[in-house]
C-alpha cells in the first residue's frame, strides 16, 4: 500500500509564495496519476491538479492556472506543488493522492490512496 505524505505548509501572508512536497513510500510515478487537492475550512474538498504517469503532462484547476505548479523530480516518488500569490481563498488543507484513475478522472477525486494533509494559511 502506497503511503504519502506531505509537508512545507504554515502560515503565509497573501502575494507569498510556497513549495509543497509530497513523498511516497515508494515509487509511483510510473504507476499511478498523482493529485494535489484542497479543503478549505467549512467546504468540500476540491482537486488543484494532476500529474499524469511519467509526469508526461498536468491539469490544474482554473482557480490556480497561472499561480501554482505541479512537477516532480527524478526519484518517482516525490512531487511538488509550487504556489505562488497566495490568496487568503487559498488556505486550507492540501493533500496529495495517487490513483489508477486517469487525468481527468483524478479530478473528481476517484483516487486510491490519500495522505493525511498540510495546512496552509493564507493572511490577509
Known amino acids: 500500500q502506497v503511503q504519502l505524505v506531505e509537508s512545507g505548509g504554515g502560515l503565509v501572508q497573501a502575494g507569498a509564495s510556497v513549495r509543497l512536497t509530497c513523498t511516497a513510500s515508494?515509487?509511483?510515478?510510473?504507476?499511478?496519476?498523482m493529485a494535489w487537492f484542497r479543503q478549505a475550512p467549512g467546504k468540500e474538498r476540491e482537486a488543484v491538479g494532476t500529474?499524469?504517469?511519467?509526469?508526461?503532462?498536468?491539469i490544474l484547476a482554473d482557480s490556480v492556472k497561472g499561480r501554482f505548479t505541479i512537477s516532480s523530480d527524478n526519484t518517482e516518488n516525490t512531487m511538488y506543488l509550487e504556489m505562488t500569490r497566495l490568496q487568503p481563498d487559498d488556505t486550507g488543507v492540501y493533500y496529495c493522492?495517487?490513483?489508477?484513475?486517469?487525468?481527468?478522472?483524478?479530478?473528481?477525486?476517484?483516487?486510491?490512496?490519500w495522505g493525511k494533509g498540510t495546512l496552509v494559511t493564507v493572511s490577509s
Open positions: 500529474l499524469s504517469k511519467f509526469g508526461a503532462y498536468t
Open positions: 493522492a495517487a490513483g489508477v484513475s486517469g487525468p481527468r478522472q483524478a479530478m473528481n477525486g476517484a483516487m486510491d490512496y
Open positions: 515508494e515509487p509511483t510515478f510510473s504507476h499511478y496519476t
